[in-house]
């Protein structure tokens, strides 16, 4: 510590001691505890983290006695093996310096790694309950494997022996393809490396160029705690637990187990076993299926003859297909015999209704109604022309009337066009007169022509006769006409009379 005291002044006043600045004074203490401590390791446990915004590490080293401030730059944390975390009983590797700005010393930090494997261990612990009190390994969360995967992402390192175990199982069970995603299992980068695997699988687009895995697979082998511990790193656990796919963690042996496999969808004990997980084997599946097709080819046989036989049972409890026929046909020839006649009696019948009904349309209270209309169109006509001149006498009083007030040229043409309007009206009125009597005349000739048609005497004209009794009634059976004491008969060209003594 000479630096201190070499100065060529001499102190004012006579004092023994030289005067320092403050700078002066932290400079000189900075460089004693920086060169007597530039490389130490400090066992202690870990207090009060802080990691701001800048990726810096701020925490303290304990004992029951002291406690030493310690930082981790950011590019050497991003390095770290182990982070520091609160509780935990460390070595940290590095050197003393002090902080002038607020008089004390610190640690600068290059590595930390546990105080042992139950140090670790507890770490690990501590890290699982926190991570599962947030619901991480819920087995609720976890999806069920798909059967036969189209595709497997295998997220492992390309050089191991690890994909070569992995290819050959999936080779030999039931061959799939297979997308590798390679990463570092061990040591700083094997942390962000995985949790950038998973991400980077679950962003494939479905039927995009590069197929979408269907199922998961990160595998490693063997190792020490500190081998696997990448697979312990939260940014792992929390990347496994938010996969979309279905993941089968596949890290060690099958006595080692990290957090990756309780986050994950399935934990196989080798990468081996998370292999025989994923797919079938085909040979069996073909068995299986060659089996259950010919238990199907033997359900439908026997159902077929099961039915055939039924059918035949039933069909000796159904009567002879003759017997079943006699009736319909027995029925039918009965039905023919009686058509004809009945075809005969129904024209009759209706020939009889029909002289009836032209027997009771008479001429003459035809041509009366005609006439009749004729007249009633006839004094119309008569009564047209005098209201048509009264009218017309009207319209000229009025006339005369407005002549005698206004203007001579408006009431002429006011004349004028009462004129014309007379014309017009009467125009109309003789030719909706004409109109209804040519309606009239063609309604008439209409039922004329009806009542020849529906004549009895059309009738009578293809050869058919009327019987009628002496008092002019109709007579239309046998009986009624053997009761009466004389007949008419009406031919078409006229009636006979016929007595009892002439038959």
């Known amino acids: 510590?000479?630096?201190?005291?070499?100065?060529?002044?001499?102190?004012?006043?006579?004092?023994?001691?030289?005067?320092?600045?403050?700078?002066?004074?932290?400079?000189?203490?900075?460089?004693?505890?920086?060169?007597?401590?530039?490389?130490?390791?400090?066992?202690?446990?870990?207090?009060?983290?802080?990691?701001?915004?800048?990726?810096?590490?701020?925490?303290?080293?304990?004992?029951?006695?002291?406690?030493?401030?310690?930082?981790c730059w950011k590019g050497q944390a991003a390095r770290l093996t182990h982070r520091p975390e609160e509780g935990l009983e460390v070595i940290a590797t590095g050197r003393l310096t002090t902080f002038p700005g607020q008089s004390r010393y610190q640690l600068i930090v290059d590595d930390i790694q546990p105080a042992g494997a139950g140090a670790l261990m507890a770490m690990l612990e501590q890290r699982r309950k926190a991570l599962a009190a947030e619901g991480l390994f819920d087995p609720a969360r976890k999806k069920p494997?798909?059967?036969?995967?189209?595709?497997?992402?295998?997220?492992?390192?390309?050089?191991?022996?690890?994909?070569?175990?992995?290819?050959?199982?999936?080779?030999?069970?039931f061959p799939r393809k297979v997308l590798i995603w390679p990463v570092a299992v061990q040591g700083q980068a094997c942390a962000p490396d995985v949790a950038r695997a998973i991400a980077g699988f679950n962003a494939f687009t479905p039927g995009g160029a590069l197929p979408r895995p269907d199922l998961l697979i990160v595998a490693r082998g063997g190792g020490s705690v500190e081998d696997l511990w990448g697979f312990n790193e939260e940014i792992v656990v929390r990347a496994a637990a938010a996969s979309k796919i279905p993941l089968i963690s596949a890290v060690g042996h099958e006595t080692d187990t990290t957090l990756i496999d309780h986050a994950a969808d399935m934990r196989a004990p080798t990468p081996t076993a998370a292999a025989e997980l994923a797919v079938p084997v085909r040979f069996e599946l073909m068995g299986w299926t060659a089996e259950q097709g010919a238990r199907l080819g033997r359900a439908a046989a026997a159902g077929i003859t099961q039915?055939?036989?039924?059918?035949?049972?039933?069909?000796?409890?159904?009567?002879?297909?003759?017997?079943?026929?006699?009736?319909?046909?027995?029925?039918?020839?009965?039905a023919t015999e009686r058509l004809g006649a009945a075809l005969i009696a129904s024209v009759q019948l209706r020939r009889i209704r029909l002289g009836?009904?032209?027997?009771?349309?008479?001429?003459?209270?035809?041509?009366?109604?005609?006439?009749?209309?004729r007249e009633r169109a006839e004094g119309l006509g008569a009564r047209r022309a005098p209201a048509l001149a009264r009218n017309l006498d009207l319209h000229r009083r009025d006339l005369a009337r407005l002549d005698a007030r206004r203007d001579p040229a408006r009431l002429a043409q006011g004349v004028v066009r009462g004129r014309d309007a007379l014309t017009r009206l009467e125009l109309r009125l003789s030719t909706a007169a004409r109109g209804q009597i040519a309606t009239w005349q063609a309604r008439r000739d209409g039922l004329e022509r009806m009542r020849q048609t529906l004549g009895y005497t059309e009738t009578l004209a293809r050869g058919y006769a009327v019987v009628r009794s002496r008092d002019g009634a109709v007579l239309t059976r046998r009986a009624d006409a053997a009761r009466a004491p004389g007949l008419e008969i009406e031919f078409a060209d006229g009636k006979l009379a016929v007595s009892k003594t002439d038959g």
């Open 307 to 334: 039915r055939r036989q039924r059918l035949q049972d039933l069909g000796r409890a159904l009567p002879r297909l003759e017997r079943i026929l006699d009736g319909p046909r027995q029925r039918l020839d009965r």
């Open 145 to 173: 494997l798909p059967y036969l995967p189209e595709v497997i992402g295998v997220i492992t390192s390309p050089s191991g022996a690890v994909i070569r175990d992995i290819l050959h199982r999936l080779r030999d069970r």
């Open 1 to 71: 510590m000479s630096d201190l005291f070499d100065h060529d002044d001499t102190p004012p006043g006579g004092a023994n001691a030289p005067e320092f600045t403050v700078s002066e004074i932290s400079g000189a203490i900075k460089r004693v505890i920086e060169g007597e401590f530039s490389h130490v390791r400090i066992r202690g446990e870990v207090g009060r983290v802080a990691r701001p915004g800048s990726g810096h590490l701020y925490f303290d080293l304990k004992d029951d006695r002291a406690v030493i401030a310690a930082v």
């Open 356 to 373: 009836q009904v032209a027997a009771g349309l008479h001429v003459g209270a035809m041509q009366a109604r005609l006439a009749r209309q």
